[in-house]
């Protein structure tokens, strides 16, 4: 199986890697730390696996249109989007150029790597494209507005996508994790809930695409309390918005 992953040199997407790393399948890497990377690559080769590497900016959309366009040349199985940031929670107004960058590393760089890809699955009539939002992007804070913001942007991509070339028999699985310890996470200065180990949250992420599950929102009671929240009227879910956004550092 050929596996492309993005934001491959740390957290998830490391861990993905490495979870998939075996001799019947060709992992295809994609991250910006090209040493990091090259770490990744080489613990999945002793695994067996056969592993290409590309030091890529997702940021820089010429670059990933081409890298799309190099990646369609041969049949893709599986990519898993994962490469995303976060600027951290904090009071205030986030500045532009923050939302900015949120923005066109969670959610636009998804597009400009698939445009070339999506007509070769739908060429191949086979494909999965895997994309990892967050539980953040159901219901957003006043300390997280534009991570959650990209998110729930990403949310609408992935279901009007899976509409689009589920005919073609391309499988796009959304899903939709809590706080799971990584790199990411690991500068949160407040108290997590239902917060998972990295092996843990990955184990979840392997099954539900193993699964082809459309939506998978986890931890399950982390998703219920989130999704009780959203179906009570306004006035209550603003009292508990004010009841939980204790103050996040910065």
Do not use: W
Not at 95 to 105: A, E, I, M, S, V
């Amino acid at each position: 199986m050929r596996i492309v992953i993005t934001g491959a040199s740390s957290g998830l997407g490391k861990h993905l890697a490495l979870g998939y790393a075996s001799s019947g399948n060709e992992l295809v890497l994609l991250a910006r730390r090209e040493e990091k990377l090259e770490e990744v690559a080489m613990q999945c080769r002793t695994r067996g696996a056969k592993v290409e590497t590309i030091v890529s900016d997702v940021n820089d959309f010429d670059a990933m249109h081409q890298i799309g366009q190099q990646l369609a040349n041969s049949n893709i199985d599986r990519i898993i989007l994962n490469a995303g940031i976060s600027v951290g929670h904090s009071e205030g107004v986030t500045p532009f150029n923050d939302f900015h960058r949120l923005f066109k590393t969670n959610f636009l760089s998804v597009h400009a790597l698939l445009e070339p890809i999506i007509p070769k699955m739908i060429e191949q009539k086979s494909g999965e494209i895997v994309v990892i939002s967050s539980l953040a992007s159901l219901m957003s804070m006043p300390t997280s507005v534009a991570y959650s913001s990209s998110k729930r942007a990403l949310n609408a991509y992935a279901e009007g996508l899976r509409y689009q070339i589920k005919p073609h028999g391309i499988d796009v699985i959304n899903i939709l994790p809590g706080f799971i310890d990584s790199e990411m996470t690991q500068k949160n200065k407040f108290k997590m809930p239902f917060l998972l180990t990295t092996d843990a949250g990955v184990k979840r992420i392997m099954h539900a695409i193993e699964k082809k599950k459309r939506f998978y929102p986890f931890p399950f009671r982390f998703y219920l309390l989130i999704r009780t929240s959203t179906l009570l009227p306004q006035f209550l879910r603003d009292i508990i918005v004010k009841f939980t956004n204790f103050k996040k550092g910065a």
